[in-house]
């Protein structure tokens, strides 16, 4: 007999709360309709806004306020490959190092679900065969490395062939990588403005949410990997949750 996705079977014993009411029946959906229940879709929004708006007041500070604020930075300069090089593996752990807290409010109302694990390991989501490792640490550092193959090389292409200058009147001047002297807004070839520096930066941390949040919550899906997200969280206060959140 076939089955279809929204069958329900009741938790283990083991997965009530301690007043016996529980999380209601297992709930299961397939990966693409996870993808579109209200929590991944509100937690990826959230972190959308998040990871633009916070890195840009403090990106504001550092690049802009700071004694040590440059009007100019080379492609090459720690100021721009930090956080190009950094960004793919940190986002995908502290991203998601909180996601799972409101899971367990999520499940009864059905704005998050179950999702088998034969369902993740066929077809294009058997390249991610992180997401059925049981420990969410280990499934967000795999995440990151691999995002790092993909995203590092194409943002560094930008940066270098399109963000950077290449047609500065200034020309080159490898040996002042500050451009100190010139004109506000004016760089020599192979450096990037203040400002581009900022939005390029901002802009890429705040992209990387769109794979990151709904890939790692797809992972907290998986039965097994709910399953102990539901038991770590038993009878644990908010607090006792944000602490324990990591370890998931």
């Known amino acids: 007999m076939s089955e279809r996705y929204g069958d329900e079977k009741p938790l283990l014993e083991d997965q009530y709360d301690d007043e016996g009411d529980g999380y209601g029946p297992k709930y299961f959906l397939s990966p693409?309709?996870?993808?579109?229940?209200?929590?991944?879709?509100?937690?990826?929004?959230?972190?959308?806004?998040?990871?633009?708006?916070?890195?840009?007041?403090?990106?504001?500070?550092?690049?802009h306020k700071l004694p040590s604020a440059k009007p100019c930075y080379a492609w090459y300069s720690g100021e721009v490959l930090g956080p190009v090089v950094i960004t793919p593996l940190a986002s995908s752990i502290l991203a998601l190092a909180w996601a799972p807290i409101g899971i367990p409010d999520a499940l009864p109302k059905r704005?998050?679900?179950?999702?088998?694990?034969?369902?993740?390991?066929?077809?294009?989501?058997?390249?991610?065969?992180?997401?059925?490792?049981r420990y969410g640490?280990?499934?967000?550092?795999?995440?990151?490395?691999?995002?790092?193959?993909?995203a590092i090389p194409i943002m560094l292409a930008l940066v270098v062939f399109i963000f950077a200058e290449s047609d500065s009147v200034y020309g080159?001047?490898?040996?002042?990588?500050?451009s100190a002297g010139l004109p506000a807004g004016?760089?020599?070839?192979?450096?990037?403005?203040?400002?581009?520096?900022?939005?390029?930066?901002?802009?890429?941390?705040?992209?990387?949410?769109?794979?990151?949040?709904?890939?790692?919550?797809?992972?907290?899906?998986?039965?097994?990997n709910l399953d102990r997200v539901n038991k770590i969280f038993e009878g644990k206060n908010i607090i006792l949750k944000g602490l324990y959140s990591p370890l998931c």
């Open 172 to 178: 080159d001047r490898p040996d002042d990588p500050g």
């Open 32 to 63: 693409g309709q996870l993808l579109a229940t209200p929590f991944v879709i509100g937690q990826t929004l959230f972190n959308i806004v998040a990871s633009f708006c916070g890195p840009l007041f403090f990106f504001w500070i550092i690049f």
């Open 111 to 133: 704005w998050f679900a179950y999702v088998r694990e034969r369902d993740v390991s066929t077809g294009p989501l058997s390249f991610v065969w992180f997401l059925r490792y």
């Open 137 to 150: 640490i280990l499934r967000h550092c795999m995440m990151g490395l691999l995002l790092s193959c993909v």
């Open 186 to 224: 004016e760089c020599y070839n192979g450096q990037l403005t203040a400002w581009t520096q900022t939005f390029v930066s901002v802009t890429y941390i705040g992209i990387l949410p769109i794979i990151i949040i709904p890939l790692g919550l797809l992972g907290f899906a998986v039965e097994p």
